[in-house]
């Protein structure tokens, strides 16, 4: 299954909001305890569960004066075989486990990191129970995804005082210990509003190899100092008629290693040699690595595939969904570059449907498929058999 947007953020942008959701993810990345408000007035402190150890865990219950628990994301509760009853249809979402007589750092990260748990039974007491939408624990899980961080966190709810609960107690209560917050809705509505963002902050000429000597490279920002996207825009496609175009998500082992556990590096070079050779077209370079997983989880769930489990497989494991991709982005640009409709050279037909979602009409798919190797064979086999990709 693939990753989703909401067509509308919950509420309206506001700059301020999304400033402190980036601050919060690099707390995260920091080893950081981050604090997560609802609309409620209920509010929790989240630790990502890559950087949590005794003292760290002893800190979040001394602050929060609550017992911590550990959130997960459906699809991490469905390998670990305790999926709450009644929360087994449809996708995404999270689940909170609690351990009787109390969560241990050790108990975490066994059950959240896929290369960590110790054969065994799970620990004694251990519950399970769905996280509503919208609730800290459920922005909990998104923001450790949103820091290509393992998708799990370690949350305590804080004790509500009078102090705390009153207007402005929140932020007094965070600058006296230290620490950053966040409202949950933010969260939700971070991505979205993040891709509305993107502007165009450079443009030069860059002759590439393969007849593509007359190509403009334009970068991408968006407002939160994110990494760039980048449109390789080869000849000069004409805005009034469909342009040639082949999204690609950015893979630093496949790009620019030659890796051949992946099709990456021939999709990239084949598609710009292709395009130089049609005359015109663009190529979107992504900031998408792995399926959206990032590239450290991206290793991780390589390393998962050596044990003997597929693509798919890998990804669901740690907790993703199996392509946590999305191509708001990618209608974004092609929209400023002024391109409305597009031939798009795609073997996946997800890129059609979403492309098509956010308003860019794909008139043709051009396949674009590469000779396999021993290494991607398996790859290529289980793309097509469990995602759908046309070969």
């Avoid at 021939?266 to 395009?275: F, K, N, S, V, Y």
């Amino acid at each position: 299954m693939y990753a989703d947007l909401s067509p509308e953020p919950t509420q309206p942008f506001d700059e301020a909001a999304m400033r402190a959701v980036d601050r919060a993810l690099a707390a995260l990345r920091r080893g950081e305890a981050v604090a997560v408000a609802c609309a409620d007035g209920r509010v929790a402190l989240a630790l990502a569960v890559e950087t949590v150890g005794a003292d760290a865990l002893a800190r979040l219950k001394r602050l929060s004066g609550g017992e911590p628990v550990l959130a997960v994301t459906r699809r991490r509760a469905l390998v670990l075989g305790v999926m709450p009853e009644g929360f087994q249809a449809g996708e995404g979402g999270a689940v909170t486990l609690a351990v009787a007589g109390g969560l241990t750092a050790g108990d975490a990260v066994a059950l959240a990191d896929a290369e960590q748990r110790p054969d065994g039974p799970l620990p004694a007491g251990l519950s399970a129970t769905p996280a509503e939408p919208g609730s800290r624990e459920a922005a909990a899980v998104d923001l450790a995804k949103l820091a290509r961080l393992i998708p799990s966190a370690v949350v305590a709810p804080v004790r509500s005082t009078p102090d705390l609960m009153r207007r402005g107690g929140l932020e007094a209560w965070a600058k006296r210990n230290d620490l950053l917050w966040v409202r949950a809705a933010d969260v939700a509505d971070y991505r979205t509003h993040v891709v509305r963002t993107l502007r165009q902050v450079a443009d030069a000429q860059v002759p590439l190899v393969g007849g593509a000597e007359n190509t403009r490279v334009v970068a991408f920002r968006p407002a939160d100092g994110g990494p760039e996207y980048l449109a390789i825009i080869i000849g000069d496609p004409d805005p009034e008629q469909p342009v040639l175009a082949r999204l690609h998500s950015e893979c630093f082992t496949g790009d620019l290693l030659g890796s051949l556990r992946c099709d990456c590096g021939d999709q990239l070079r084949g598609a710009i040699a292709e395009i130089a050779r049609r005359g015109s077209g663009v190529l979107l370079y992504l900031a998408q690595e792995g399926r959206g997983i990032g590239l450290v989880n991206k290793l991780r769930a390589y390393r998962i595939q050596d044990r003997g489990f597929d693509t798919v497989d890998a990804n669901e494991i740690l907790g993703f969904e199996s392509d946590e991709r999305v191509y708001l982005p990618a209608a974004e640009m092609l929209r400023q570059l002024g391109f409305r409709s597009v031939r798009l050279m795609t073997n996946n037909p997800d890129k059609m449907r979403q492309l098509a979602r956010w308003g860019i009409e794909v008139v043709e798919r051009v396949p674009h498929v590469f000779p396999s190797n021993r290494h991607n064979e398996a790859y290529l086999r289980t793309k097509a058999e469990r995602s759908g990709h046309m070969f």
